[in-house]
């Protein structure tokens, strides 16, 4: 009989090994709006069988849903992850600490971030998380999903392939797909090499786009009751980007200095 591929308790991990946990720990998974309190369960499930252990809901239908005995019930094993995990009132609370966030979308959208496929954002995201940056994946309410202000808060995009006559998957299905994805990045990743720059965090970036937003403003450049379709291009730009902090203040100055010189 094969032996299982795992290593035993007592003995020591090796470096490679610490820091795919330590990637993987960095990965937040992000439910918006979730309507059943059952799926916040699965997701728990889904999630520790993959090694994450970050769960974040946004302003669940239940306010009550991580102590839900549905929930408790379908984490199976996973209830830790639902004893830790948090509620916030809104996305930008929830990603604020964050440095790289991924929206999980079916749709094609209008003016929306990069769009990478479940591989290639689980790749990025596990190289930021070994880097010590902060990532998530963002996934909307089970009946609607994302809304686009939601999809353009993060600085990309993911779709899962599914047959296009027919692309509906369980929430938990979903993240699943995603957490498998990320535990494979985490075994291949290689040795710790350059680190990947640290990115802005979301709360950095917001603040940009609200400065930027008032000094084009200013200008006469932006139209304050017709503005969404701009900034949505803005926001796109500068997501690919990947703004450092140093970058981020330096743009703040110049909108400052903007202000500071209108007419």
């Not at 069988?49 to 809901?57: E, H, P, Q, S």
């Not at 917001?206 to 503005?227: C, K, R, S, V, Y």
């Amino acid at each position: 009989m094969d032996r299982p591929l795992t290593v035993p308790p007592s003995a020591p991990l090796t470096p490679l090994l610490e820091r795919a946990r330590a990637a993987l720990a960095a990965v937040r998974i992000v439910l918006v709006q979730p309507s059943h309190p059952g799926n916040v369960g699965s997701v728990a499930r889904a999630m520790k069988t993959m090694g994450l252990g970050d769960l974040r809901l946004v302003a669940p239908r239940d306010p009550l849903a991580l102590e839900n005995a549905e929930a408790l019930a379908l984490a199976t094993g996973a209830s830790d992850i639902l004893a830790q995990a948090r509620v916030h009132a809104s996305l930008d609370e929830a990603l604020a600490s964050c440095q790289w966030s991924v929206a999980l979308t079916a749709r094609s959208r209008d003016l929306a971030p990069t769009l990478l496929d479940p591989q290639d954002a689980a790749r990025h995201a596990l190289e930021r998380g070994a880097a010590a940056q902060s990532v998530a994946f963002v996934f909307g309410n089970e009946r609607y999903g994302l809304d686009n202000d939601s999809v353009m808060r993060c600085m990309a995009c993911c779709t899962i392939p599914t047959q296009p006559d027919y692309s509906s998957l369980n929430l938990a299905m979903a993240v699943q797909i995603v957490a498998y994805e990320c535990q494979r990045a985490a075994q291949a990743l290689a040795p710790p090499a350059a680190a990947p720059a640290p990115l802005a965090t979301e709360a950095q970036r917001e603040q940009l786009f609200g400065h930027l937003q008032e000094a084009l403003i200013a200008l006469q450049f932006l139209d304050p009751e017709h503005h969404t379709k701009l900034m949505y291009r803005l926001r796109r730009l500068f997501s690919r980007a990947a703004l450092e902090p140093d970058e981020v203040n330096i743009l703040r100055g110049i909108c400052t200095a903007i202000l500071e010189n209108r007419p």
